[in-house]
Nanobody, 114 residues
Framework: QVQLVESGGGLVEAGGSLRLSCAVSGSSFSINNMGWYRQAPGKQRDLVATIYNSGHTNYADSVKGRFTISRDNAKNTVYLQMNSLKPEDTAVYYC????????WGQGTQVTVSS
């Protein structure tokens, strides 16, 4: 059974940086892509960034140029480097991995103060 363990959330001032990590274990199926979603209070869960096996990446328009997704295949870990954070980036961030189905992490809170 696939398990995802997230870390790296917290409280930061606007303009600051955080790096989220998501360690993947237990997958006996090929991983198609992996990445991050976020969900702010009262809003739907939205895609933030995706990285494919090819290394190709996709970003939400709202984070382009500020966030960078990367993966370390040797460690089965995906990262989200978040720079120039804004209060509107405040949300619970969920890591996911796509095999034959999607598996979610438990979520990590990111709070950006103005």
């Amino acid at each position: 059974q696939v398990q995802l363990v997230e870390s790296g959330g917290g409280l930061v001032e606007a303009g600051g940086s955080l790096r989220l990590s998501c360690a993947v274990s237990g997958s006996s199926f090929s991983i198609n892509n992996m990445g991050w979603y976020r969900q702010a209070p009262g809003k739907q869960r939205d895609l933030v960034a995706t990285i494919y096996n090819s290394g190709h990446t996709n970003y939400a328009d709202s984070v382009k140029g500020r966030f960078t997704i990367s993966r370390d295949n040797a460690k089965n870990t995906v990262y989200l480097q978040m720079n120039s954070l804004k209060p509107e980036d405040t949300a619970v961030y969920y890591c996911y991995v796509m095999t034959y189905r999607i598996t979610w992490g438990q979520g990590t809170q990111v709070t950006v103060s103005s």
